[in-house]
């Protein structure tokens, strides 16, 4: 059973796998960027946490015992300098792990581990939105609906308006509407007839002429 046994071995022994990983965390922060295969990104997760970790808290004796870890003073300090600024709003999540595929050599899973900045505008959990108070919010409803009434003084006297001439058609007289509709009916009728009246002599003559031409 491996109770207590937390590290992979990777078919190394102990001082090798050390000087291994040593050699990683220097290179991935110095260029913030590491590919490797995916178990080896997975175990230098851990070592790079625990040194950001050495950062954030920022004295004497976290600084040394970072140099004890990586051993180029240089990635050392500026890590010390930047780490508070970019770290210190997250209390875990430095690292991200991309997978790329396998390895056109011998097929093994690669991946990509880099350093993440966590976003300056980010929410907590606890957090919520700052909204407007409730005094703010009762003054906007009542100019609303001061607007509002405004409005519909002004709409009413358009609508009286309508209303009046709506009630002076309505008030015209029976018998002049009666009137106005039968008036173009005379007028059709009277029309037909005198049509009528045209029509007739001219039927007469021809009459007339046919006998005539029958008596010759």
Known sequence: ?????????LNRTTSHRKAMFRNMVTSLF?????RTTGAKAKELRRWADHIITLAKRGDLHARRQALSIIRE????????????????????????????GRRAGDAAPMS??????????GKKKGEKKA???????????????????????KKQPKKKAKSDKK????????????????EPKK???ET?????????????????????????
């Open 187 to 189: 007028k059709a009728a």
């Open 73 to 100: 003073k240089g990635v050392v300090h500026k890590l010390f300098e930047e780490a508070p600024e970019r770290f210190g709003s997250s209390a875990g999540g430095y690292t991200r792990i991309v997978k790329l």
């Open 167 to 182: 009630e002076e058609k309505t008030n015209v007289k029976p018998e002049k509407a009666v009137k106005a509709k039968k």
């Open 131 to 153: 909204g407007k108070p409730a005094a703010d919010k009762k003054k906007i409803k009542a100019d609303k609906k001061a607007e509002t009434g405004t409005k519909q003084e």
């Open 1 to 9: 059973m491996r109770h207590r046994k937390a590290s992979l071995k």
């Open 30 to 34: 110095k260029h913030e960027r590491i």
């Open 192 to 216: 037909k007839q005198a049509e009528k009246a045209e029509d007739k002599p001219k039927r007469t003559t021809k009459k007339t002429t046919e006998k005539d031409t029958k008596t010759t």
């Open 112 to 121: 990509l581990i880099e350093l993440v900045a966590p976003e300056a505008g």
